[in-house]
């Protein structure tokens, strides 16, 4: 076998080995799910990712109850704290989970509650500042047992 025969022998394996792999770069194109909820909780204003840390266990082995605390990098002065946080779901029956308001006399830009969560999911969370920008931050919850099971 010639070298040049070698080269499109090992050319046309290397395009059959990718060719599985076409699919899922596909389907990793899909559009953002959180996008049009986004979009609705700032009204078109762009969003940044940073400032803002999602904490909450990796592995939740009960939906009803899943611990989460959300935390915005802010001094909190009249100048300049967050006025907002919003909590997403990708999967809940209703995915705008909650809305919680904040100023500068709050001290701290920083929420501790519970959540439902109707299965394995991304939590995104959206601060508004005073200045009017946004930023996110997100966090993955697998959940061995759902809530949400009436999801009609």
């Not at 909190?76 to 919680?100: C, G, K, Q, Y």
Request: proline fraction near 9%; charged fraction near 20%.
């Amino acid at each position: 076998m010639t070298k040049s025969a070698r080269r499109r022998f090992i050319t046309v394996l290397a395009g059959l080995a990718a060719a599985p792999l076409l699919p899922a770069r596909a389907a990793r194109a899909q559009p953002d799910p959180f996008a049009p909820l986004v979009r609705q909780v700032t009204g078109g204003v762009p969003v940044r990712p940073g400032r803002v840390t999602v904490d909450t266990p990796r592995l939740a082995d009960n939906g009803h109850s899943v611990p989460l605390r959300v935390k915005v990098e802010s001094p909190m002065t009249a100048a300049d704290h967050v006025r907002s946080i919003t909590l997403l779901s990708e999967r809940n029956p209703r995915p705008v989970m909650a809305t919680f308001h904040l100023g500068p006399k709050a001290g701290r830009a920083e929420v501790v509650t519970r959540v439902r969560l109707n299965g394995t999911q991304r939590l995104l969370a959206v601060a508004q500042l005073s200045d009017g920008s946004y930023w996110s931050g997100s966090a993955e919850v697998e959940v061995t047992e759902s809530a949400c099971l009436d999801a009609s």
